[in-house]
T-cell receptor, first 113, second 114 residues
Framework: DQQVKQNSPSLSVQEGRISILNCDYT??????FLWYKKYPAEGPTFLIS?????DKNEDGRFTVFLNKSAKHLSLHIVPSQPGDSAVYFC????????????FGAGTQVVVTP | EPEVTQTPSHQVTQMGQEVILRCVPI?????FYWYRQILGQKVEFLVS????????KSEIFDDQFSVERPDGSNFTLKIRSTKLEDSAMYFC????????????FGQGTRLTVV
């Protein structure tokens, strides 16, 4: 089941610069897209979400962009901080199966000083 | 800040044994989920639970698995006869309502079947 794909397993970025994480999906029925962050030995933590009727949602340093025609979304983190080093998961769900998240494989972000 | 609590953090069991993984969701949450992540693989949905019954389950969630909310606070996942391939991190998650997109996850239980 490859409905949600994160093709970059890792990303290294310098502190203060922008981190851009990408995610592609195949199911056009998805209504919500979410980003989760995960530290080792912890559960995923919700970061930000976007409805399929929007193309951008911003929350502090985090902005998610959605391109429905391309079935692509991205997460921008500006500026990147050392505490942002974690695994980031893209996830999606439909209204019919509310709460049932389809996850991508994750991208390991390392923010270097 | 309220949080979802899972116990134990690590469980080692022999193949064929029964295990019960426990979760205490946030008190005013109504929708409950179990996910698992096999090492090196994606986090995958197992089951959703609302109003004391299963709402949806994945193909993984076969007759060996069951869930219940025995006392209105704990939410448990039982695996009747564990297999080696059940070794994974199991995450419990909950939502306050169907209007929220934010799922709160527990820290996970690492299940090792030997």
């Amino acid at each position: 089941d490859q409905q949600v794909k994160q093709n970059s397993p890792s990303l290294s970025v310098q502190e203060g610069r922008i981190s851009i994480l990408n995610c592609d999906y195949t199911n056009s029925m998805f209504d919500y897209f979410l980003w989760y962050k995960k530290y080792p030995a912890e559960g995923p933590t919700f970061l930000i979400s976007i409805s399929s009727i929007k193309d951008k949602n911003e929350d502090g340093r985090f902005t998610v962009f959605l391109n429905k025609s391309a079935k692509h979304l991205s997460l921008h983190i500006v500026p990147s901080q050392p505490g942002d080093s974690a695994v980031y998961f893209c996830a999606a769900m439909t209204t019919d199966s509310w709460g049932k998240l389809q996850f991508g494989a994750g991208t390991q972000v390392v923010v270097t000083p | 800040e309220p949080e979802v609590t899972q116990t134990p953090s690590h469980q080692v069991t022999q193949m064929g044994q029964e295990v019960i993984l426990r979760c205490v969701p946030i008190s005013n949450h109504l929708y409950f989920y179990w996910y698992r992540q096999i090492l090196g693989q994606k986090v995958e949905f197992l089951v959703s639970f609302y109003n004391n019954e299963i709402s949806e389950k994945s193909e993984i969630f076969d007759d060996q698995f069951s869930v219940e909310r025995p006392d209105g606070s704990n939410f448990t996942l039982k695996i009747r006869s564990t297999k080696l391939e059940d070794s994974a991190m199991y995450f419990c998650a909950s939502y306050r309502s169907s209007m929220n997109t934010e799922a709160f996850f527990g820290q996970g239980t690492r299940l090792t079947v030997v």
